[in-house]
Structures are given as C-alpha cells and as structure tokens.
C-alpha cells in the first residue's frame, strides 16, 4: 500500500527566506503527484501538478520536482511572504482513481 | 464559475440525527471523491465514484451512503450520526487517467462541509 510522508510537520521562517517542504511515497509507480495548500477552515487549492514522466514544474515563486526512483518530490518556495503560510498536502496519483495524500506540512512565515 | 460546490459548508446537529451532504461540478470530470479530513487535518478517502458507478469503498461505517445521480453530482447521506463523525468532509473530482489531456488530471476539491455532532 502507498504511504506518503511529509517532512518536516511544522515550519516557521522568516519572511523572504526561500525554503524546501518534502513529500516522500513508497510505491514508485504513480502516475502523478500533486501539491496542494489548505488555509484554516478552507478547502485545497492546487498548486502544481507533475505527471509521472516530468521532472519539475513551476508557478511564479513555487517549483515543485519528482524522483520517481527514489519516492520524493520536494516544493520549492521562493522569497516567502507572510501570505504563504497556509498548511501544505502532497498527494500521489496511483492507476486507476486512488490518490494518495500525505500529511501534510505547516508552514508559518514571519512577517 | 468552473468549481466543485457542495452544501451546506456548516452542519451542526444531535446525535442520532441522519444528515445529508451535497455535492456538484461542473468541470466536466467523471470520477468525484469523498474525504473525511479529521482534527489532526489527516484526509482520508471514503469513496469515489466514475461515471455514476462506485469503485472505491474504503472501511466507512454502513451508517455512511453515497449517491450519485449523475457523473456532476455526489451527495453522502450519513444516518444515525455518532459524535466521531464530526470532520470536515471534502467532495472532490477529477478525469478519469485514460481520458482527456493531461492537464484535466487535477484533482479538484470543494470548500468543505464542516460537521459538527452534539
């Protein structure tokens, strides 16, 4: 069975800081892996989506990459800003419909 | 506005009480998803239907029942309502991975119904 962890649980910097959140999975065969964020009391907004066969994509000051061999996929941020604090979700796509979602890490910036 | 919308976004009621969930989009995906997100903010998949058809059914309680009317909606009716059932559940959709570009493989997910048991 897939199991997706997240690393580190809790994150605080300050403002402006460029910072790594990491997603590791243990079934290699996934299809895609998807970053999301989730603000107190809200819903999941997509941030970026790699298929299976890319190595990174980017949004503005966000990359996120994938190694399939090794399970891992890291979401770049960069020059953090306090509106980036939000709670972050990783979540990996295997055949079929059954994603995957790990547990997550909060990340605090500090103005 | 293209979006996954479900209601109502808070439910508080007794124990005992049966409740329903509703659930629609309009991105014309045909795989749609329930989540249970607890307190730890963990989420876990209850069910997923394609096509109106049932094809993930993890361990949920039979008190917990989807419908899907059609591939844009999916309601949770949950009866007899027991204080753990308090969560935020998260209806969600995405296409099916053998259909569409590559692009419409995001999953999608609504604003959450927050329900609270007394």
């Known amino acids: 069975k897939q199991e997706v962890t997240q690393i580190p649980a809790a994150l605080s910097v300050p403002e402006g800081e460029n910072l790594v959140l990491n997603c590791s999975f243990t079934d290699s065969a996934i299809y895609n892996l998807q970053w999301f964020r989730q603000d107190p009391g809200k819903g999941l907004t997509s941030l970026l989506l790699?298929?299976?066969?890319?190595r990174e994509q980017t949004s503005g000051r966000l990359n996120a990459s994938l190694d399939k061999s090794s399970g891992r996929s890291t979401l770049y941020i960069a020059a953090s800003q306090p509106g980036d604090s939000a709670t972050y979700l990783c979540?990996?796509?295997?055949?079929?419909?059954?994603?995957?979602f790990g547990t997550g890490t909060s990340l605090t910036v500090i103005p | 506005d293209t979006a996954v919308s479900q209601t109502p976004k808070y439910l508080v009621t007794q124990m005992g009480n049966d409740k329903s969930i509703k659930c629609e989009q309009n991105l014309g995906h045909d795989t749609m998803y329930w989540y249970k997100q607890d307190s730890k903010k963990f989420l876990k998949i209850m069910f997923s239907?394609?096509?109106?058809?049932?094809?993930i059914n993890e361990t949920v309680p039979n008190r917990f029942s989807p419908k899907s009317p059609d591939k844009a909606h999916l309601n949770l009716h949950i009866n007899s309502l027991e204080l753990g059932d308090s969560a935020v559940y998260f209806c969600a959709s995405s296409q099916d991975r053998h259909r569409g570009p590559s692009g419409a493989n995001v999953l999608t997910f609504g604003a959450g119904s927050r329900l609270t048991v007394l």
């Open positions: 979540a990996v796509r295997l055949t079929g419909n059954q994603f995957y």
């Open positions: 790699i298929q299976s066969s890319q």
């Open positions: 239907y394609n096509n109106k058809e049932l094809i």
